[in-house]
């Protein structure tokens, strides 16, 4: 049987799935499921942070949510990104060095 919904989503050349994509955001203070959301697979998750994203404090998230429009999505809802990107990203935050 054919899941019509469905859809085909990839990371990187030789990563494909057929299915859905689970969203959760979970409150650090008390360790709990805040909010969750399933869309097909080929949802990014950038466009998947719409449906959990909290109202205000930080957001602990992977280098996905570190694009133009996430960050938009998370000002609007008064959020921080905690973001750790990878050396060659363009917006790369840099470390302040101090001297002791």
Not at 61 to 86: C, H, P, V
């Amino acid at each position: 049987m054919v899941d019509k919904d469905a859809s085909y989503s990839n990371k990187g050349k030789n990563k494909y799935w057929h299915g859905y994509k689970r969203h959760v955001a979970v409150c650090m203070k008390n360790g709990l499921i805040s909010k969750s959301a399933a869309t097909t697979a080929k949802v990014g998750d950038d466009k998947g942070l719409r449906h959990v994203c909290p109202n205000g404090g930080m957001l602990i998230d992977d280098k996905s949510y570190y694009l133009r429009e996430t960050q938009q999505i998370m000002k609007i809802k008064g959020r921080n990104s905690g973001a750790i990107l990878k050396n060659n990203m363009k917006r790369k935050r840099t470390e302040i060095k101090t001297n002791s």
